[in-house]
């Protein structure tokens, strides 16, 4: 799986308010949000695609390529 910042002929957007770049804060932000225990990779790569978009108002797309079977793929579980 490759989870890009962004397409390759835009840039990262950085932003101070979030104290990172906004697909490094979506990345973390990710776990903490999540509505389950667990956390998988193509939740993961939905989540991030979307919260990027939104929180740079468009200006930002994050891209996501996955190969093989691992859509499914147990990234997180929250301790009991």
């Known amino acids: 799986c490759i989870l890009n910042s962004s397409r390759k002929d835009s840039k990262s957007w950085e ?3 979030l ?3 906004v ?3 979506c990345i973390l932000n990710a776990f903490n949000a999540a509505q389950t225990p667990e956390v998988r990779l193509l939740w993961l790569a939905d ?3 979307t919260e990027v978009s939104r ?3 468009g200006k930002q797309e994050s891209t ?3 190969f093989g079977d ?3 793929l147990l ?3 929250r301790p009991a």
């Open 15 to 17: 932003a101070d308010a």
């Open 19 to 21: 104290s990172h770049g």
């Open 23 to 25: 697909f490094t804060y």
């Open 47 to 49: 989540y991030v695609q």
């Open 55 to 57: 929180l740079s108002k």
């Open 64 to 66: 996501a390529r996955i």
């Open 70 to 72: 691992i859509l499914k």
């Open 75 to 77: 990234l997180y579980k």
